[in-house]
């Protein structure tokens, strides 16, 4: 896939408009006031766990219930931890070793990858910077299609084995995306003939994709700042492999008994967190939750995560499905293209799916 294919649809996007780049993190031993955050960071607090019985499902792809696991976690959770996926251990093991090579390399060296002010990939500060009145504890890198321009500037000489690792991941991951999208619509009821846009063999061999590397150095002060603010993803799935030497991903959740809070994601080893994305929130006619989430940063350890961001081909008409409508069950959403509703997220943020909404929902 080109660049060049997902620019119209992604340079509108708020997460690809921030212009500034990071700190050089390991020089920092107190934190900067531009990164120490006021609100949001303490409004409602954090969990390790709610419960015993309420915690981010894990779901073997390979169980024979597999359609009503994932339709259950879809519904409640709006993610889920994805194990059996099929990826080789050792790809995911080189991926995160290229992730953890990158971001370790001289700020000047990274900077030759600098993401430019009307582009896609490259390097710079996490892209839904835009959106923050602070700055937040991360750096991050984006490829869309081959990542060979900016490796080769990141590692003149070892440039070929990081392409390669990297080349074959995005490839294992838009087979397991495709995967996923059936088992989430197919535990709705939803068939191939159902998605015009998955193509002739339900493939979905438009659909567009970017990967997003991103690094939460060790933080002098990490109760005073934001690893990443929290937000929901505005694709149709996202597949997240998180470092196994700390947590940081937090995903809110209404408590039965706590109240509100954030709940700490741990890496479960050998698993994908898997988010539901905005799109699939409209495709599903709100049936499947789009969380709210969110990453903390830690005193003593730098942790490093490798996003797969799924979206459909880029003008695809996107609407709630016939098949889960009903006297009952009204639409709740227009119908919207990719480039338009990013184009609305970027003015919107988190209030884009509000703002679209055609009815409430009946109880």
Not at 24 to 45: H, I, K, V
Not at 73 to 93: E, I, R, S, Y
Not at 151 to 162: S, V
Not at 311 to 326: H, I, R, T, Y
Request: net charge negative.
């Amino acid at each position: 896939m080109s660049s060049g294919k997902l620019s119209d649809a992604f340079k509108s996007h708020p997460i690809f408009l921030h212009k500034q780049h990071p700190h050089d993190f390991g020089s920092l031993q107190e934190l900067p006031e531009s990164y120490a955050w006021t609100s949001q960071l303490n409004e409602y607090p954090s969990f390790e766990s709610l419960s015993c019985s309420e915690s981010v499902p894990v779901i073997d792809l390979a169980d024979p219930n597999v359609f009503e696991l994932l339709g259950h976690a879809c519904k409640t959770w709006g993610m889920f931890q994805a194990t059996n996926h099929g990826v080789p251990q050792k790809l995911v093991d080189d991926m995160e070793y290229t992730v953890r090579s990158l971001f370790s390399l001289p700020p000047q060296q990274k900077l030759k990858a600098a993401r430019l002010p009307d582009g896609i990939s490259g390097y710079g500060f996490h892209r839904i910077s835009a959106f923050c009145e602070k700055l937040m504890w991360s750096e991050s890198f984006t490829t869309v299609g081959s990542p060979l321009q900016h490796f080769c500037q990141l590692w003149p000489q070892d440039y070929t084995k990081f392409c390669c690792v990297t080349e074959e991941y995005e490839k294992e991951m838009k087979r397991l995306a495709a995967r996923l999208m059936w088992l989430m619509l197919g535990s709705l009821g939803i068939s191939k003939e159902d998605i015009k846009w998955a193509g002739p063999r339900g493939e979905f061999e438009d659909a567009s994709a970017a990967l997003q590397l991103n690094s939460y150095p060790a933080c002098p002060d990490p109760d005073r700042t934001m690893g990443l603010a929290q937000h929901t993803d505005s694709n149709l799935l996202s597949i997240v492999h998180q470092s196994a030497n700390a947590s940081g991903l937090q995903v809110f959740q209404e408590g039965k008994d706590e109240g509100r809070g954030w709940l700490m994601v741990p890496p479960v080893p050998g698993a994908f967190v898997i988010n539901v994305g905005d799109l699939i929130h409209i495709l599903s006619n709100g049936l499947y939750q789009n969380p709210l989430h969110r990453a903390v940063v830690n005193r003593s350890q730098h942790r490093v995560s490798v996003a797969y961001l799924y979206g459909p081909p880029e003008n695809a008409q996107l609407f709630p499905l016939s098949k889960l409508l009903g006297p009952s069950c009204p639409p709740l959403y227009p119908p919207v293209t990719w480039n338009e509703y990013l184009g609305t997220k970027a003015k919107l943020n988190n209030k884009a799916l509000q703002s679209l909404r055609l009815n409430a929902p009946l109880n």
